[in-house]
């Protein structure tokens, strides 16, 4: 899919779910400047386009302007879920699977590729942004880490194995 028919698709899913509304610009100017990189070109486009948050997996992704959730992306970057400080800068917590496992965005890729994060110890994943979401939308989307065994985050909540 191009990054127009993912912001299409995206848009409907959103208002199937009643999802917040687009993000002000200012919000993602904010956040860069507490990331210190600028977002990936379809991130920026998703939620200035198409919801705070309410795209991507079930429940959405972390919003980025505040008020929306209790966390939202810079705070989630500034507090991140790796308490050691391992985590490589610009590389942005996005999608909470619980149990301490994120599916994270690689800033400094304008492509957005994507990490896992679980018990602080982060790895590149081998798709982006596009792939993740596309992924996500086919009912294909799950977390597999370390041991290579599934968590799916159910309607009941996260399910740790």
């Known amino acids: 899919m191009t990054d127009d028919e993912i912001v299409e698709a995206c848009r409907r899913i959103a208002r199937d779910r009643q999802a917040p509304p687009p993000a002000p610009y200012g919000a993602v ?19 200035t386009e198409v919801s705070n948050g309410g ?12 008020g929306q959730w209790h966390e939202h992306l810079a705070e989630s970057y500034e507090h991140g879920p ?11 917590p996005l999608y909470d699977w619980g149990c301490t496992r994120w599916s994270m965005i690689d800033f400094r890729d304008p492509d957005g590729a994507m990490w896992a994060c679980a018990e602080g110890v982060c790895r590149p994943q081998d ?29 009941s909540g996260p399910t740790c194995r």
Do not use: H, K
Not at 38 to 43: A, D, H, I, K
Not at 55 to 66: E, I, N, R
């Open 29 to 47: 100017v904010r956040a860069e400047r507490v990331i210190e990189f600028v977002f990936p070109t379809l991130l920026r486009r998703l939620y």
């Open 127 to 155: 798709i982006g942004l596009s792939q993740w979401l596309v992924a996500g939308m086919n009912g294909e989307l799950s977390f597999v880490w370390p041991d290579d065994e599934p968590m799916e985050r159910e309607d």
């Open 82 to 92: 790796d308490p050691t400080g391992g985590v490589p800068a610009g590389v942005v």
């Open 55 to 66: 795209f991507g997996p079930p429940d959405g992704v972390l919003p980025v302007d505040v």
